[in-house]
């Protein structure tokens, strides 16, 4: 009876997988670490993960102004929830940092953390990193090069486009189940013209049988595998063809940028796609702290208040925590370097254990529900819930801790008039 | 590094949004969340502890209001007792001058009675003594068919009479 039972739940799971992997599996995700431009306003350009943060904050905020809008001594639904959370954070804070200093920090530290754990987990829902614009990547691809090409000047670093092949580009757009991913890339040290006769010949081998039989990738298409890819694409109806600018030079083309050179046929000037395009979701949504810019920033909020707590509290003299008259104790002038220093690579730590865990995570899960969806991503989502609270509440206690060190006073001159302060009221307790 | 920043994506104005978008949002919390739920919480705590002083103090009084109560109680009872007690006190004292009078009473009417029948037996006997001297002179005339002096006779028969010891008691 007990075999049956559990043979019946692998072959559950089985088909659970199996129905995932054949209707639910979502596209080869194109892992992009810069967060993509949706637009911009003015020098700011509005990327997806910005565009999150912003909602995210309007979530806070309304949330926050619904669960206060009416408050009463007797607290009821909303307000008692976001009560809870409040005397939680208010609890955690003056049990750390005392009840003078806990009041002091405690504003900027629970924004720090229903900040990071908001956009966390809004960042779990599934239409993030799904719904999008659709870029045209071939258009970019070609405007690339143009560029290139107008510098004069050869491809620094090996670059790659990564593209889905997709029935439109353009418009609003979800991104497609079981999409595969592609990769056009250009060497480093190639010229425009030899990225042009590359883009030929991937786009031969990506849509027709064609294949280059190119021993080292790194070496320039050969001429006869351009013609040959040229011909490829030519004989297939549906492959995209290539337009090759007439001698003389057309001035402008009508996709808006210059005409693509190439070393084997001249010039592109656009190409066609009567079948199957190439073209990349780029999302509308983004986990907040997957971008390095965001994580920063909030490094950077951390750094700020905890030593503008420490001005606040010791003055002048907070200054000399780290700089230390080398006369006086040159150890402690180490010392303080070593502390300067350290209070600097916060923002880097901070900065880079958010956006690793959370970058991470939606790897994860897009991974995840590329190759096993169904179950796995579940599990995963479970894990990422965990994380995100992890996080939120790591960077929330580790700029606490720091700012109860930054209003601590440091040095032997302090500690006697602490401790000679502390006599007297032991005294008066004493009696 | 230059490489590095492009890599990351790291962009100046989206820093400084970022930052801002920070501060925005911690000065709105700041006025719609932790300050009224701050207040409220301090108020609530309060008000909590008010409750509790007022509540120990209404249990205090309401403590001394019962050992009032229990006093006044005990007194009352101890009272009620003494009342009884004293009652019982004058009831037997009552009781016992009543047993005391009726008997004097009786005693009284029992010696009025004595005193009545002896004088009703002192009367009798006088006019008995009478009838008798008369049925003697009587008997005497008879016997000795004297005349005597009615003096005469009535000395002889108190010396008779005083001979024969015959006496009211």
Redesign the interface.
Known sequence: MKAVTIASVIVGVLAFLAVGLFIAQGPQPEII???EKLTAIG???I?NT?LT??IV?VL??AI??L??RS?T?I?GGAQNF??AV??FL?GQVEEIAGEKNGRKF???I???F??VIFNNWFGLFPFFNAIGKTEDVNHHILETIAEQAHDGTPFE?RDKFGAWFMENTGGITMAKPRAKAVEFEVQAGDTAEVAGDRYVVFLAEKFTDFRAHAEDEEAAPTKEAVEGAMAALNADPKAPKVHIAAEGGHGEAAEGHEPVPSATLGAIESVEFPGRKLGLVIPFFRGTFS????T???G??SFFVVEFWGFQALGLAYLGKFFVAPWKSPIMTFVGFLELLSELIRIISFCFRLFGNIFAGEVLVLMLTFLMPFLFVDVIYGLELFVGFIQAAVFALLTLVFAIGAVEHHGDDDHHEEHGAEHPTGAVQAH | MDKAVEALGLNLPQLIAQVVNFFVLLMILRLVAYKPILKMLDERKQKIAEGLNAAEIARAEAASAQANIQAQLDTARREGQEIVANAQNIATRIQADSREQSAKDREASIERARAEIQQERDRAIADLRGEFADITVRAAEKVINQSLDRQAHQRVIDETLAESNFSGN
């Open positions: 670490v810069p967060a020098p700011l350009e990327s910005l943060s912003w904050m806070i905020i926050a102004w669960c206060t408050m001594l607290p976001l009560e409040i005397s208010v405690f504003m900027v629970a924004t720090i229903l900040w670093k971008d390095v810019n965001n920063l920033a909030m950077i909020v």
